[in-house]
């Protein structure tokens, strides 16, 4: 689809009209600004239009600022699809279940890490297992991964990795409910029971940064954040064990759409009715996987800390300010417009963050006031973001947004352009300290492959999906 084929509706809204597709029963939409609608690839336009086709879908198929192409759903992409009417499909999850972020805040001052960046780095790196195919410290049997997958972070917490307060502080307390482990098959297990707290591969990283900018003075002061100190930004998830499960359902996904008669413009998007077998088991067994990557992020988090304390030889703080996950379906209440009643969804964020305005029953006590917290990565070289879910998101976008920078540049592209020891010098000279396991991981994870994050944050909060709290700056990076 050309970018001709938009209707600009006002600064930050463009449409895909609903007649552009035969099939698409809500048009798409699409939150960008000029700039972020010229490096969006056509066929990213193409599946936020064919997400529009998927039966029982509400409202629009949305993309948020940084989208770019995925598989079936865009990156960026959101689609609620009514709970008795609609469908369920792994595509607008991902392989990486619960791909997520977590930012602990710290009593350190930017002046307590400055100078010892590279030995803290290493010290992390060498603490929490990074890598394809890294493996745990912890090695468990079938019957621990079972009770792990069905608790989640509060396994880990119980298990001694994390206190009591992590829990409050994680979305959905860390665990989904709905979460089965006897759907999970014998090569999940064997892939998942010896990935439990590593960082894995690709985008995923441990990064100590500072805050160098506050937005929002009473909301920064709600989660606890204060200019020149020290935070830490986890991003990982669901590891083997997630990309298991979702090669295993979309096989059967494929299946079950032609058995239901299903019309789909891209097999990527195969998908099962609500309510059948196959939408179910997916989605007890994406429980399964979401619980996981909490899980995980919980153990690196418990050995995060035992790393600070040992390099500081001292009791310093890293409190958890929240835990969000964006690569995941939820079962979700919401009010489409003022004529209708709530209404039950199945919500879809594939690369997008949930961002529940304020007063909403799902957020910690904590943060009714404000809204809820939402962690938005930029890349190894340039800021992220802690911003605030608004009400304004919870009645246009299901209270979601935006993830992360985005990618402008495959990984295979972005190999092509950068060398890994050139980026890892050129950002050494920014006072930014990169300590990954390859060097082609910095190359394909260069700052030049992200869309710019201020660019795409900005874009949100301007838009009103979200609203900036707080700028985080990185000082040292451990990559996979």
């Known amino acids: ?71 079936g759903f865009p990156i960026g992409g ?12 792994p595509g607008g999850v991902g392989f990486d279940i619960n791909c997520g972020v977590r930012l602990l805040k710290t009593n350190l001052k930017k002046e307590d ?3 010892k960046e590279k030995e803290l780095i290493e010290n992390l790196f060498n603490k929490v297992p990074s890598g394809v195919g890294s ?50 098959s014998k090569k999940a297990k064997g892939r998942g029971k010896s990935q439990v707290g590593t960082l894995g591969s690709g985008n995923h990283f441990l990064e100590v940064q500072y805050i160098d900018e506050i ?24 590891r083997g064990f997630g ?34 077998k196959e939408a179910e088991d997916y989605f007890k067994a994406m429980c399964c996987a979401a619980n996981y990557a909490w899980a995980n992020r919980q153990v690196i988090t418990s050995w995060t800390r035992e790393a600070f304390h040992d390099f500081f030889d001292s009791e310093i703080k890293l409190d958890l300010v929240y835990d969000v996950a964006h690569n ?23 690369g997008a963050t949930r961002a529940f305005g304020p007063g909403h029953s799902s957020i910690p006590k904590k943060y009714q006031k404000t809204g809820q917290p939402a962690l938005i990565p930029g890349n190894m070289g340039d800021s992220s973001f802690i911003v605030k879910g608004t009400e304004y998101a919870m009645e246009n976008t299901f209270g979601s947004t935006c993830h992360g920078a985005g990618r402008k540049m ?58 900036k709290v707080g700028r985080l700056q990185p000082m040292a990076v451990a990559k996979g």
């Open 1 to 71: 689809m050309k970018k001709d084929n938009l209707e600009r509706k006002d600064e930050y809204i463009w449409e895909i009209p609903k007649e552009y597709k035969g099939c698409m029963s809500v048009p798409g939409r699409l939150y960008l600004s000029e700039k972020l609608v010229d490096v969006v690839e056509e066929d990213t336009y193409e599946q936020i239009a064919n997400v529009a086709c998927l039966p029982g879908i509400k409202n629009y198929s949305l993309a948020m600022p940084e989208a770019h192409l995925g598989y």
């Open 78 to 89: 959101v689609a609620a699809l009514d709970r008795d009417e609609g469908v369920i499909s």
């Open 113 to 115: 890490v400055k100078g």
């Open 135 to 184: 493996e745990s410290k912890l090695n468990l049997s079938n019957s621990e991964l079972d009770i792990l997958v069905e608790n989640g972070a509060q396994w880990a917490v119980e298990n001694g990795y994390g206190k009591e307060s992590d829990i409050k502080f994680c979305e959905e307390n860390g665990k989904m409910q709905q979460a089965d482990s006897s759907l999970i």
């Open 215 to 238: 937005f929002d003075e009473e909301a920064a002061k709600t989660f606890g954040l204060n200019e020149d100190y020290v935070t830490v930004m986890i991003h990982t998830g669901s």
């Open 243 to 276: 990309h298991q499960v979702c090669t295993e359902h979309v096989n059967e996904m494929e299946k079950a759409a032609k058995k239901y008669g299903i019309d789909l413009p891209d097999k990527q998007l195969a998908c099962a009715p609500s309510g059948t």
């Open 328 to 350: 995941v379906a939820k079962e979700e209440t919401h009010k489409i417009n003022k004529k209708e009643s709530k209404k039950d969804y199945f919500v879809h964020r594939k």
């Open 410 to 467: 495959s990984r295979k592209k972005a190999k092509g352009k950068y060398w890994g020891g050139t980026v890892q010098k050129e950002l050494s000279e920014k006072g930014i300290y990169v300590k990954a396991t390859h060097g082609s991981v910095i190359a394909e994870e260069a700052p030049g492959a992200y869309k710019n994050p201020t660019e795409v944050v900005d874009v949100a909060h301007n838009a009103g999906i979200s609203e």
